[in-house]
Nanobody, 116 residues
Framework: QVQLVESGGGLVQPGGSLRLSCAAS????????MSWYRQAPGKERELVATITTAGVPLNYADSMKGRFTISRDNTKNTVNLRMNSLKPEDTAVYYC?????????WGQGTQVTVSS
């Protein structure tokens, strides 16, 4: 079955960096676009970025452009999110996402807290 497992979250000071990873299994990873979403307390889940099967980033949210970079490794079945210049408003649970066979799958999420 499809599984998405995120890692790499944690507590970081404003201006710091984190790299999130998502390990995918149960489907042919290289054939599907992948996305990162995030959900802050009391807010709706929002799209962070999508990456095509060929590794082309798409759809960065305006607030993240220039700071976040999505990438993928089709040999390792992983999708990554590099986050620089983090701000307190980036605090959220970050989720990996794939739509496989018309079904949307989510990982369990990884908490990112930006605070001094």
């Amino acid at each position: 079955q499809v599984q998405l497992v995120e890692s790499g979250g944690g507590l970081v000071q404003p201006g710091g960096s984190l790299r999130l990873s998502c390990a995918a299994s149960g489907f042919t990873f290289s054939r599907y676009a992948m996305s990162w979403y995030r959900q802050a307390p009391g807010k709706e889940r929002e799209l962070v970025a999508t990456i095509t099967t060929a590794g082309v980033p798409l759809n960065y949210a305006d607030s993240m452009k220039g700071r976040f970079t999505i990438s993928r490794d089709n040999t390792k079945n992983t999708v990554n999110l590099r986050m620089n210049s983090l701000k307190p408003e980036d605090t959220a649970v970050y989720y990996c996402n794939a739509v496989v066979g018309g079904t949307r799958y989510w990982g369990q999420g990884t908490q990112v807290t930006v605070s001094s």
